[in-house]
Nanobody, 125 residues
């Protein structure tokens, strides 16, 4: 059974940075694409970043492009979301997830099937 555990969230001021980490177990490192999602109160879940099996290919939502960076360390079976220039609208619960193998399918955020419990990010103005 795949288990994902996020960490690294917390309070931060506008313009600050945070690095989220996702530790995977029961999962063969590098076997699928991985992604980060977020959900703010009263809003739908949003896919913000995804990475291919080896991490060479990445994709970002327009709302975070240029500010967030997804990466993965398959040797440690972990993946990360580096967040910079944070804004109050980035406040949300952030979730890591594993998804398809093929890049052509990985870009579909609806195909991610294993999720962590989330880590809260709160950006104050």
């Amino acid at each position: 059974q795949v288990q994902l555990v996020e960490s690294g969230g917390g309070p931060v001021q506008t313009g600050g940075s945070l690095r989220l980490s996702c530790a995977a177990s029961g999962y063969t490192a590098g076997s699928t694409c991985v992604a980060w999602f977020r959900q703010a109160p009263g809003r739908e879940r949003e896919g913000v970043a995804l990475a291919s099996t080896g991490g060479a290919f990445t994709s970002y939502s327009d709302s975070v492009k240029g500010r967030f960076t997804i990466s993965r360390d398959n040797a440690k079976n972990r993946f990360y979301l580096q967040m910079t220039s944070l804004k109050p609208e980035d406040t949300a619960m952030y979730y890591c997830a594993t998804g398809p193998l093929d890049w052509s399918k990985c870009v579909d955020f609806n195909l991610y099937d294993y999720w962590g419990q989330g880590t809260q990010v709160t950006v104050s103005s």
